[in-house]
């Protein structure tokens, strides 16, 4: 007989026998492996357009997909979620509403944008895209113009702002190429700003790095598949006992 796994039993799978620390080792060195490399040709990937009538719809159907800022949740390289979380939210078992950070962010960004549209001599908009290529991949890009791409980030406090502006962090930088990958682009920025001040820093894409996010996004949906499928097994034993 199979044996049916809970959803903390398949959250907490490693990865190819892979701890934390492991992964975030690897990931680092994935990074390091992208200095100087480009895209090869056709690797740009076409998106279409998603539009929602509230930020609840939005979020229902982010159930199924994987977005950017959860894609380094999925590689156990996020200081915010644990893999195991986010699969239970994507499980409806537990929720994410929101925090004083988050809210901040939200209320900085559309300002914050058309200050970075004067920097960059370009109009920007926000844009919801998913990847045909990989249609479980998902982007809410914060500035997407003509030629630019841009994610914004609004840190609580200076030292915050200080780390970010110096180095982006490796869980933001697999976001940015979460987000260059659904779009095809070959750079970003990223932006960071705090009490006046902003800092734009280009980063280029990468594809060992963006072939991490499909590996890792595609793993954590089977598993979520497979959690999904335990869940029902479970309840079809207790409507019939």
């Not at 901040?104 to 908009?125: S, T």
């Not at 500035?143 to 030292?159: L, M, S």
């Not at 987000?179 to 750079?187: E, I, Y």
Request: proline letters at 4%; hydrophobic letters at 35%; a negative charge.
């Amino acid at each position: 007989m199979a044996q049916h796994q809970s959803p903390e039993q398949v959250g907490s799978t490693k990865r190819n026998g892979e701890d934390e620390k492991t992964a975030k080792r690897q990931h680092q060195d994935d990074h390091g492996k992208c200095s100087g490399q480009d895209l090869p040709e056709g690797s740009q990937l076409s998106f279409v357009r998603q539009e929602f009538s509230s930020e609840s719809n939005w979020l229902d159907w982010r159930m199924n997909h994987i977005g950017g800022s959860e894609v380094a949740v999925t590689m156990g390289l996020s200081p915010f979620c644990s893999r195991l979380e986010l699969l239970k939210r994507k499980l409806g078992m537990t929720t994410f509403k929101g925090n004083i950070a988050t809210e901040r962010g939200k209320l900085l960004e559309e300002p914050v944008r058309k200050i970075i549209e004067i920097r960059l001599g370009e109009d920007l908009e926000e844009l919801i895209a998913q990847s045909i290529e990989f249609p479980w991949i998902v982007a809410q890009i914060d500035g997407y113009g003509p030629t630019q791409q841009v994610e914004i980030k609004c840190p609580f406090n200076g030292v915050s702002f200080a780390k970010m502006a110096q180095e982006i962090p490796l869980h933001y930088k697999y976001q940015l190429q979460h987000q260059m990958l659904v779009t095809g682009r070959k750079a970003c920025v990223f932006a960071v700003y705090y009490k006046g001040e902003l800092v734009l820093t280009p980063y280029a894409a990468c594809p060992v790095m963006q072939s991490a996010c499909i590996e890792s996004s595609r793993q954590f949906l089977e598993d979520l598949k497979q959690a999904r499928q335990a869940s029902e097994t479970q309840n079809n034993l207790h409507e019939s006992a």
